[in-house]
């Protein structure tokens, strides 16, 4: 897979959220882009499992990429015991709502993808599967010294951010703005997290994701309303933990 040069919309912690992944999708169909990037955690959490693995393979079958999180990892193989009891509810609701096709497309998720200056991961580059948070300059520095690759996009921490690696060294951070064009230098290396489609934690309950042009070498954060009242109903409906609705309206 050859992302090089391309267009990329990039999406991370969709968490089964339709009405999240619907309203980023019509967004950046509006932006043009060439290929969609799933950065992990496609499911969990959300009521809408089954439509947005149907959404997400059609994509792939397009060329689209995706990487293996956390939860979806846990639908395959089980919860693990360090996983938080009402994420663990979920997971074992997602799994009961799933067939063997989706169940297939989970399971042949890579960890990590890694194309030309480019890796995809979900949580980190030094254990891609061993699910640690990156949420600090140490930590960005960390995964930096672990790849090669100039961009790494990786998702798993619910929020926007952007860390960099300077010419002179040292490791830079801060919290982009939406609509605000950022060129990622290619004398820097840059770590990149485009926040969360379908449950973002930074206070702001609109959606979120992110846009880059590989040509242009410019980086685009987006904030996208979405039906958060019509996810957490079907949330409830459902019989999944109550907070996993009423954290959408918060974005908490």
Sequence with gaps: MDLTGQRLALFADVHANREALA?????ARRQGFDRAVFLGDL??????????LDEIARLVGAGAAAVLGNHDDAVVR???????????????WTAAQLDDAHRALLAGLPPA???????LVHANAWAPRRWEYLASTAAAERSLA???RRLTFF????????YHHGV????GAFIPSPEVGIPLVPRQRWIVNPGSVGQPRDGIPAACYAVYDGRSRLLEYHRVPFDADAAARK??????????????????
């Design 168 to 171: 002179a060294g040292g490791v």
């Design 23 to 27: 309203a980023c999708l019509a967004h």
């Design 155 to 162: 998702g798993h921490v619910h929020e926007p951010a952007l």
């Design 78 to 92: 089980g919860p693990q015991p360090t996983m938080h009891a009402d994420a663990a509810t979920a997971v074992l």
């Design 43 to 52: 499911v969990g959490y959300c009521a809408d499992p089954a439509w947005v």
């Design 146 to 148: 672990a790849t090669d």
């Design 113 to 119: 993808i890694e194309s030309g200056e480019l890796l």
């Design 235 to 252: 949330i409830r409906a459902a019989g999944l933990p109550e907070r996993f609705g009423a954290r959408l309206a918060a974005g908490a």
